[in-house]
Structures are given as C-alpha cells and as structure tokens.
C-alpha cells in the first residue's frame, strides 16, 4: 500500500486527468481535422485546377470546407478541450473503479475491479512526447479508458488493477 | 464405455464425416456446377433437339455416360479429400484442456482450458439423425470474435460421452482441483427416478420423438448415463399448438391482412376523385380503368392474403417442428434444452454459466396471458450455417420454454434453477415524470406517426407549391394531381393518427409497468408497452453498471440505469430509462462491491 500512495487516486476523493491530456486532446482532434479537410478538399482543388470551363462552383464548395474546418478546429480546440476536461473524473477506490465523464449525456460508471479480465496502458507517440499513458481496463463485456495519466501513476493504476483482478474467482 | 479412461488419447470423429459429409459436399459442388453450366446445357439439348440424325442419338447414351463417370470421378475426388482431412481430425481431452486438431496442410490446434467452457451443444440434421450422428459445439468466452469450436459427425455415444467429461472436468477444474481428476464412474450412483416430471406435459410430435429415441439411429451407439435428472418438463398440445401460432409470423400475417384491407379501403377512396374532372378523355379513360381496376386490386389482396396466410400456416408447422420433442431438464448442475422432430438440437449449459433470466411477452401472448422464457449465455460468434435462423428459431440464449402460463413462471423456475429462485419482488417504480418524457420521447422524437405526418405534410405543401409555379400550363391536370395528392395524404394523415394513438398507448403502458428491483443477490428490469420484457440477473454477473443522463434527464432529476452483463455476443445492457435520480445513485451504490449489505441493511 505504501508503494501506491504517489497515486494521487487512494483516497477517497475523485481525481481529474492530467491537466496536460487537453494539449493532447488538441493536437489529435486538430490532425484529424486537417487530415479529413484534406481529403474533402482536394477533389474541387482538382476539379477547379483541370477544368477548363468556368467551375467557379468548386471554388465555393472549397470556401465553404474550409469555412466548416476552420469552425470546427475553433470548438475541438478551443472550447471542448476544458469542458471534457472539467468534466472527466476517476476515482479508483479498494475494490471498484468510478468513471464519471460527458458533456450533454454525463455517464456515471462503476467498474468492479473483480470483473476486470485485463488492464494494459497504452501510449501512442502524442501522448509520449508529453509524458503522459493510457489505462485501459477490459471486462468481459466491454472496455474503459482513462486518458492520460503521468506514465508511472498509469503504471501503478493497472498493477493494481490486475492485482485486484486476478483475485476474481471466476470469470464469466 | 472405454473411450471415457483414455486420457490424452487421441480421438477420430465417427467415419460418416467422410461418406456422409462426402455426400453433402458432392452435392453441393454438382449443384454449383450444374448451375453455372445450365445455359450450355440447354442450349446443347436444344441444338440437338433440332436437328438429330441417327448419329446424333447413337452419341446421347456416350455423352450421359461419360457425364455420369465425371461425376463418380468428382465424388471419388471428394471422398477422398474428406478421408484425407479426416485422418487429421481428431481431439484430445487433456489433464488439464481440451484440443482440437485439424488441417491437412495448415494445422490448427485450438486449446480449450476446461474453465472456459460456457455450453457444450450438438445438432443433428435429419441425415445425420437418421445415422445417429451429430455435431458437437463447444462455446467459449472468448471475447468478441469468438466462434464456437464444432466437432462434426460424432456418434451419439461419443459425444454424450465427451460432454459428460467436459462438464466433469470443468466442475473439476472450477474446483480447484490441482490433481488428475478421478474417473467418473460409469454406473449409475442412484437410479435416476428421483426425476420430477411435471405430469400432462406430453403432446401428439412426442410420439415421433420417442420413435426417434428407440430407433436411435444406426451408429448411434449406447445411451450413456450423464448424471441425475432432477427436473423435467416437456410441452403440453395446447402449448405447443399456440406457441406456433402467437409466434412472429402471426404477427406479420395479421399486419399484412390489415395493411392489405387498409389499401381496398384507399382504392377505394381513390376512384371517386378521377370521375370528378368533367372531360371526356378522362371519362373514358377512367371509366376504362374502373372497369378493371377493383377486379385487378381484388385480386392481388386476394393473393397477398392468400400467400401471408400459406406463410403463416408454414411458420406454424415449423415452429411445431421445431419444437416437437422439447424437453427441459435438470441434470445435475446444468441444464439442457432439446428439441426439434426432424432438425435435432441439444443445449446444454452449467447453472453458473446463465447470465440471465429472460421472461418475456409479445403483444399477442400478452393478450392470453403467456410469456417465454429464455437463459441469457455468453453466446459465441454465430457462423452462417445456422439453419435455424429460416424459420423464426434464430434467438440468443437457451429457450427453456416457448409458451408458458404468465403464473407458472415461479415454479418453474424453482425447479429447473433453485439458484435462481429468490429473484427481488420490490419493484422501484420509474419517476413521475417519466410519463410525460415517455410521451414526448416516444410520440414526438421516435414516433413513427408524427414523422409520417410531418413528411407528409412537407410533400403536400411541396406539390401544391409546384402546381401554384406552372399553374396555367395545364389548369385541370394540376387540379387533377393536387386531388390525387390531397387525397393519399388524407390517407397517410389517418395512418399517423392510428400509429400517434399506438405510441400514445405503448408509453403509457410503458410508464404503468416499467421498473427495476434489486435485492441481495440479483437484480431485475422491466420495460413494458405492448410487449414487455423481464430481464433478470445475479449481482455477480453484472460486469459494470452506468447511469447516463441528458440535460433535460437532468432538470427533471431522472436518470437512464444501465447493467451490462457478457450475455450473447460481446456483451448485452439492459437498459432503464428515467429511474429516479436517487434510486438510480442507490442502485449504483448497490452495484459497488459490498454494496448490497450496506443497500440491504439500511431497509
């Protein structure tokens, strides 16, 4: 027990993220963004560019993607990111897990650390560059993640709970 | 009897996989083939059909004759491949796993640890019934992609064999049991007359099944005892003859008949507006249309009704098929389920491996007080090869009984599942203001009539809009179109009112009945309307619990519960919406470990 004390999640208290997953948040959503704006993008660009004629009509089609691009990187970037953020709590407590999360549709979960069949962190090169897992904790019907924690907490987080889950009797 | 001591050995399925299996395969490709070459083929006996000569008819008995050697050649060819495949085919039952070995040049070994069984299963086709074979499936939980693992073509013996050692051997393995399990003694302990049959449950097909069950089958070998029989029950006349006829089809040939009568209705309707345009044309064109319209219409509702009504009837017989010879028993720890006259089908699943308790009602069993009754399993991946989805039988879970009086439900499951037999009977109640959010939710946002109105509505303004633009162009033809218009849409409007006034009933009913209990050890949810579903379930098989809420769940202080178990494929949630917003927070204080004692004891 002492070990896991560094888990600012032992007490009872519910705990947020890592204030650092909203600069995740951010440059994921903005990559898919300009990812997706590209791909619809370009046809027109080439429409626009081979076309003899007058295709003035892809130039509008391309003003108005960009025009919706540009809106949606203002919401995904500058307003969701602190709501999510505010709203995402977790409170790993002795023996169950507690995910609160959702803006319009707010999902209260309880996980039972006794139906967990496995935990893993994950970390993909974002959230590496800031420091930062993934827990992700599996039960027979279905899994959880919790976004960004400081690595070695998320580390913590799943030896627990694959402790705690390997003292299930039986599975299913 | 002495395929039950060799532990580790290796053991081949029965040697019809090969000619019987053979046969089946051979069928199928000269079926594929004569398909693909029928047009050559016709073309080829109508060519000689036009000219033959003398020559010509000497060449036919050559030409059939050597068709007929390419197809024993082709059937040798298959034959020989399932010989070869079935010399790699083979199981173990280990100390501590089941394997499967297959493949020729890609071998395959499936491992089956004997804790992950969840059912073992077999089905017999009417051919395979007749040799007394079948195929065995092993369901595992394995996740989302799991299939099933099958054994085809083992002899009856053989697989009542192997099922009662892989049930030995997972209790055993359940246990704990580190040491080679003792070998279960083929005797058996106590003559098996302990067995409670529930009296009058026999009905006319049971005759065909108790011949099925003398004749056996040619290899079907000798029964094998697999444990005590506590619990029995089968169908009684009436239960099978209306579980046939309240099934779905039922309900899909009485909407067919009213939606068809509905249409004469319209016809109808319709044939007043063209006489109400003045012009000579029109008249005799219409006069023309009058004249054999109603007899055409007359005779395609006749037809549909006439081929819903054959439909019907097949799907009764089928469905009296399919369940002709049901038997539920208790053996043991576990329970089976078989069934089916011509198509036989066995289940069997162990009490700790049923996630649930399924009770439900369709409108028209509701209405005579019926219901049936399902075990939720973890159910593995459905290959496409099951027949049984053809005629209506393709449910989830283990169907203990197809039609069952609403009261009898208790004592049935007192005695097929004691473990399940002090299920909570305090119903929580969804909020007040359930009623009304019921109203809007499923009148307004999923009403099928409101949305059929509002369309409607749309495409009527639109046409009138259309006539108003090019109005001058043609003044009587538009008059003409917006009569038309005007009048499919009275139709549509009154179909709304009907399906508006449908919604409205279905929420209300759906607000008197729905709730949820929870006790110590389960929890159950009711959602009613015209059908209703009960879904019950141990507290230990709930694997998370959620509550979700939307802004106006918010300001009305409800809350949507949500338990998912690992029921049929990947996973089921049984969903309540708009439980109180304090029961829902007890409920999920409830769903916490421990919490049941400290829910439990603050009653």
Redesign the interface.
Same mark, same amino acid.
């Not at chain 1, 039960?139 to 279905?142: C, I, K, R, V």
């Not at chain 2, 998370?544 to 809420?549: D, E, L, N, R, V």
């Not at chain 2, 769903?591 to 421990?594: D, F, L, N, S, V």
């Given at each position: 027990m002492q070990e896991s004390s560094t888990l600012p999640s032992q007490s009872a208290s519910e705990s947020k993220l890592d204030p650092r997953i909203k600069s995740v948040w951010r440059i994921n959503d903005a990559l898919w963004i300009v990812v997706c704006a590209i791909i619809c993008i370009v046809p027109f660009l080439i429409v626009l560019l081979a076309a003899d004629e007058d295709a003035a009509w892809a130039g509008t089609v391309m003003l108005l993607e960009v025009i919706a691009a540009v809106a949606l990187l203002v919401v995904f970037l500058g307003v969701l990111p602190s709501i999510r953020y505010a709203r995402w709590r977790y409170r790993v407590?002795e @023996?169950?897990l507690e995910i609160r999360k959702?803006i319009?549709?707010?999902?209260?979960?309880?996980?039972?650390?006794?139906?967990v069949q496995n935990t893993d962190t994950r970390q993909g090169p974002i959230l590496r560059a800031f420091g930062l897992a993934s827990v992700t904790v599996a039960?027979?019907?279905?899994e959880?993640e919790i976004p960004g924690l400081r690595t070695q907490d998320a580390e913590l987080l799943r030896d627990k709970a694959a402790e705690l889950a390997r003292l299930a009797r039986? @599975?299913? | 009897m002495a395929a039950t001591n060799n532990e580790g050995a290796r053991q081949h399925v029965h040697h019809s996989y090969i000619w019987l299996g053979g046969l089946q395969a051979f069928f199928i490709v000269v079926v594929a083939v004569a398909i693909s070459a029928m047009s050559s083929i016709i073309g080829f006996i109508a060519e000689v059909g036009s000219r033959m000569s003398l020559r010509d008819a000497m060449a036919v008995p050559i030409i059939i004759g050597l068709a007929a050697l390419g197809l024993l050649v082709l059937f040798g060819i298959v034959v020989a491949t399932r010989a070869w495949s079935y010399k790699h085919l083979y199981y173990e039952v280990g100390p501590s796993e089941f394997n499967v070995y297959s493949g020729i040049f890609n071998k395959k070994r499936v491992h089956v640890p004997y804790?992950?069984i969840?059912s073992v299963d077999q089905k017999a086709t009417l051919l395979q019934r007749i040799f007394g074979v079948c195929s065995v499936s092993i369901d595992t939980?394995g996740g989302s992609s799991n299939k099933a693992i099958i054994i085809p073509y083992v002899s009856k013996n053989q697989a009542e064999t192997l099922r009662r050692e892989l049930f030995a051997r997972k209790q055993w393995a359940?246990q704990g049991g580190d040491a080679p399990m003792p070998l279960p003694s083929n005797a058996p302990t106590s003559a098996p007359t302990a067995s409670a049959t529930v009296p009058g449950t026999a009905n006319i097909l049971d005759v065909g099944d108790e011949a099925w069950q003398q004749v056996g089958g040619v290899f079907a070998g000798e029964a094998v005892f697999t444990g005590t029989v506590s619990y029995e029950y089968g169908l009684s006349n009436k239960e099978l003859l209306l579980s046939g006829l309240s099934g779905n089809a039922s309900f899909i040939a009485i909407v067919a008949v009213v939606v068809v009568a509905v249409l004469q209705v319209v016809a109808g309707l319709f044939d007043l507006f063209p006489s109400s345009s003045n012009h000579v044309v029109e008249m005799a064109t219409s006069m023309a249309a009058q004249q054999s319209a109603p007899v055409i219409a007359a005779w395609v509702a006749g037809a549909i009704i006439a081929v819903s009504l054959v439909g019907w009837a097949l799907s009764i017989l089928s469905t009296c098929l399919s369940y002709g010879g049901f038997h539920a028993r208790r053996r043991d720890d576990r329970i089976e389920v078989e069934r089916g006259l011509l198509q036989h089908q066995f289940q069997g699943v162990s009490v700790?491996?049923i996630?649930s308790v399924e009770v439900r009602q369709s409108f028209i069993r509701r209405l005579m007080g019926y219901c049936e009754i399902t075990l939720g399993k973890?159910d593995a991946g459905n290959d496409s090869e099951d027949n049984s989805s053809a005629n209506g039988l393709a449910q989830r879970g283990v169907v203990i009984h197809p039609f069952v009086k609403k009261d009898r439900v208790p004592e049935i499951l007192r005695g097929l599942l004691p473990e399940f037999a002090e299920l909570p009977d305090e119903p929580i109640a969804v909020a007040p203001v359930a009623l009304r959010r019921g109203l809007i939710r499923r009148c307004l946002w999923q009403g099928g009539g409101f949305w059929l109105a509002v369309c409607t509505l749309a495409l009527q303004l639109l046409m009138h809009c259309l006539a108003g633009i090019d109005g001058d162009l043609a003044v009587d033809d538009g008059v003409v179109m917006l009569g038309w218009t005007d009048a499919i849409a009275t139709g549509l409007y009154a179909l709304a009112a009907v399906l508006l006034v449908l919604d409205i009933i279905g929420s209300v009913l759906w607000f008197r009945e729905s709730s949820f209990a929870m006790n110590e050890r389960f929890m159950s949810v009711t959602n009613g309307g015209f059908s209703t579903v009960t879904v019950s379930f141990p507290r230990n098989?709930?694997?998370?619990?959620?509550?979700?809420?939307?802004?106006f769940q918010?300001a009305a202080r409800t809350a949507s519960i949500h338990a998912?178990?690992?029921a049929g494929v990947?996973?089921?949630t049984v969903r309540l919406i708009d439980a109180r917003e304090a029961d829902a927070l007890a409920w999920?204080d409830w769903?916490?470990?421990?919490g049941n004692r400290t829910a439990t004891a603050e009653r």
């Open positions: 407590s @023996d169950y959702g319009v549709w707010r999902k209260h979960y309880v996980i039972p650390f006794i139906r039960t027979a019907a279905g959880h039986e @599975d299913v | 804790q992950r969840q939980a359940t700790e491996r996630q973890v098989k709930i694997q998370f619990g959620y509550t979700k809420t939307n802004p918010r998912r178990t690992a990947g996973g089921t999920l769903t916490k470990p421990g």
